[in-house]
């Protein structure tokens, strides 16, 4: 008998230390704790996904406006280009007009003085 009292004793020994070293370990995973620590993480991703897809919209609509704007100042600069030849031509035409109405001007004076003598 005095087999089994130490073999029961060692069995109870061994269920008890067991015990003790499995309570007392430190890095013990707590469940609880690590699922909430996750959780909190992925939100925090999602928080700055969120943003991050905001802040993209923001920029493409901002990048569409900047994108009209040069649009529009290419059309103002076609329209003031177009402008400028338009002035020319017409610069160029009142040029020969002042010198057809010099010229018609000088052959009259001349024939009025032809005249006069």
Same mark, same amino acid.
Request: contains cysteine; proline residues 1%; hydrophobic residues 40%.
């Given at each position: ?38 959780? *909190?993480?992925? /939100?925090? &991703?999602?928080? $700055?996904? @969120?943003?991050?897809?905001?802040? +993209?919209?923001?920029?493409? =609509? ?26 020319? *031509?017409?610069? /160029?035409? &009142?040029?020969? $007009?002042? @010198?057809?109405?010099?010229?018609? +001007?000088?052959?009259?004076? =001349? ?7």
């Amino acid at each position: 008998m005095n087999v089994k009292k130490i073999l029961v004793v060692v069995v109870i020994g061994i269920i008890i230390g067991a015990t003790v070293v499995l309570c007392l370990r430190s890095n013990v995973p707590d469940n609880g704790v690590g699922a909430d620590t996750v959780r *909190e993480q992925l /939100d925090g &991703a999602i928080q $700055l996904e @969120r943003q991050t897809i905001q802040d +993209l919209d923001s920029a493409a =609509e901002t990048s569409a406006g900047v994108r009209g704007e040069i649009e529009s100042g290419r059309a103002g600069v076609r329209e003031a280009t177009k402008s400028n030849l338009q002035l020319k *031509e017409g610069n /160029d035409r &009142a040029g020969e $007009l002042i @010198r057809d109405c010099q010229s018609i +001007l000088r052959m009259v004076r =001349e024939r009025g003085a032809s005249q006069a003598e």
